[in-house]
């Protein structure tokens, strides 16, 4: 079985749901690709960008915002500011065509790491 990028984002809610202390590097390890695969569907203001992650992954504002910093700075991510009918305009994010290439290799090592772990539950991996 192959999971897509927000197959793993429903295992963390179905994870979180059952408990509050998920492993948080196990979250941080994720969140990268999470936030880039909803950046290469589309740009985001901030706070769009964390109300679509935390919907399914339990986790503060505190977390996304660093790492969208730390995403722009390495060159991943621009931003913007657009005009919003709702008061101030608001900062949007918007990746880069190196962001596109960090999200192509972190879904394409995703892919072999779940393929991977999916080997050993279903026992297609022996010891």
Known sequence: MRYKVLDIVWL????????????????????????????????????????????????????????MKRLRDEGLLNTYLKESNEGPPRKYYKITDGGRDKFARLLAEWRAFTQGVDDIIEGRQSA
């Open 12 to 67: 963390l809610a179905i994870a979180s749901e059952r408990s509050d202390r998920v492993n948080p590097q196990f979250k941080k390890g994720v969140l990268e690709l999470c936030v880039l695969a909803l950046l290469a569907r589309k740009d985001c203001y901030g706070f769009e960008l964390v109300s679509s992650v935390s919907r399914s992954v339990v986790m503060s504002e505190g977390t996304v915002y660093p790492l």
